[in-house]
């Protein structure tokens, strides 16, 4: 016995694969003189799986299931007489390991003797030795599992992290010399990549483009269509002027891109320093506060969100006026609608109060104040959102 135990441990520790590990228990198990039937059953996810058995004995009565059998004994933790079936097996031993089973043994031992009071005990010291065995199997082979699990969740982590540090690399810089204007922008995701966008460049024309986008869903999917999105903003902005038609080519873009399952929400923005004019289309994004010469708005939206629909309705450029220290605070979604521990939205109000109580701070002091504000207003509450923030002063 000491040495089929070894056998095992060593093909254990060599890591052997569990094709191999499986065949070397079974040949183990019939090389037992007292064994005169075997069968062996994993069990994972609540679904039993014969390993092996002897079938040209395993012939029980009709109707009979040895899964709904095995399944009925539950979390059998020791070994168990089979009484009242038709199985060949006179007992039943499990694996269980940290309040899991792992499989059953079935086996039929053979008596030393004709005497019952002679094969208590030898019966007991030979169900002891094939469950020491049974569980040095099924244990090493959980851990397997487990290792493997482990290594692809490693795998994962790092190409999340690689996705996450890559999307970070689409974000405009925050030193990026722009002709009239500051810009800041932030942004946090709810995951490790994320749906919310902003950015900020300069045309060939001389004009500002602004944009701030919010993908719906989160995660990798979000974050994709997220990359494509930029990658077009960025292709089409210096050559569609118009930013109506620009709404309408990108709608084309992300309706063929998400295929209907995903829309975006975008504020699109040119601003043209020589004549102080910005042009916007709001295509169902947030309102963009604008504080214009101490008058606040919003500016609301003109169109659909993109991907809605395959065709956006007409519509029109909105252009305002721009002044000495104007102030445009665009943002997504996930600030106004963070909840705190009483289930209360943050809300445009409290933005809107921030904005009018620090007009005289820098865009990236005002990005930073809202983003304090939201971490002490969420209290002991998650962020279950992204969010983004985009904010210009005009000067």
């Known amino acids: 016995m000491l040495k089929m135990l070894q056998q095992v441990t060593q093909a254990v520790n ?6 191999q590990l499986m ?12 064994i005169r039937g075997v069968a062996l059953f994993s069990q994972e996810n609540n679904s039993l799986k014969c390993e092996f058995s002897d079938w040209n004995i395993f012939k029980p009565e009709s109707g009979f299931s040895v899964h709904n059998y095995l399944e009925q004994l539950g979390d059998l933790q020791y070994p168990h007489t089979l009484e009242g079936t038709s199985l060949p ?3 039943v031993i499990p ?17 030393v003797s004709d005497e019952p009071s002679d094969n208590g005990e030898w019966l007991e010291l030979q169900t002891e030795f094939l469950q020491t065995l049974n569980n040095i199997v099924f244990v090493a082979l959980e851990n397997k599992k487990l290792a493997r699990e482990a290594i692809r969740q490693e795998a994962l982590r790092k190409e999340v992290e690689l996705a996450s540090e890559l999307q970070s690399w689409l974000f405009p810089q925050e030193n990026e010399d722009l002709p009239g204007l500051l810009v800041s922008g932030t942004h946090k995701t709810y995951e490790e990549v994320g749906g919310d966008y902003y950015d900020f460049f300069a045309l060939p024309d001389g004009d500002v483009a602004l944009c701030i986008a919010d993908v719906s869903g989160k995660g990798m999917s979000a974050a994709l269509l997220m ?7 960025r292709a089409l902005f210096p050559f569609l002027p118009d930013l109506a038609q620009l709404g309408h080519t990108l709608n084309k873009k992300v309706d063929q891109a998400a295929r209907g399952e995903k829309f975006i929400t975008c504020f699109l923005a040119r601003f043209d320093p020589r004549n102080r004019k910005l042009h916007y289309v ?6 963009p506060f604008f504080l214009h010469q101490g008058q606040l708005r919003q500016l609301d939206a003109t169109a659909p969100a993109l991907g809605m629909i395959p065709e956006l309705p007409s519509f029109s450029t909105t252009t305002c006026d721009v002044a ?5 605070l665009a943002y997504t979604d996930g600030v106004t609608e963070l909840q705190n521990d009483e289930n209360q939205f943050f809300g445009s109000d409290r933005l809107m109060n921030i904005l009018l109580e620090n007009t005289l701070l820098t865009p990236s002091e005002i990005n930073a104040i809202v983003a304090m504000q939201l971490n002490t207003f969420r209290g002991n509450s998650p962020f279950r959102d992204d969010f983004a923030l985009l904010t210009c002063k005009f000067f």
């Open 14 to 19: 060599d890591n052997f694969s569990r094709s």
């Open 282 to 287: 709001n295509l169902g994004h947030n309102p």
């Open 324 to 328: 000495t220290d104007d102030i445009l």
């Open 23 to 34: 065949r070397i228990y079974e040949n183990i198990l019939r090389q037992l003189p007292s």
């Open 227 to 233: 990359a494509n999105f930029q990658a077009n903003v």
């Open 89 to 91: 097996f006179n007992v």
């Open 95 to 111: 694996s269980y390991h940290k309040e899991k089973t792992l499989g059953f043994l079935l086996v039929q031992l053979a008596p």
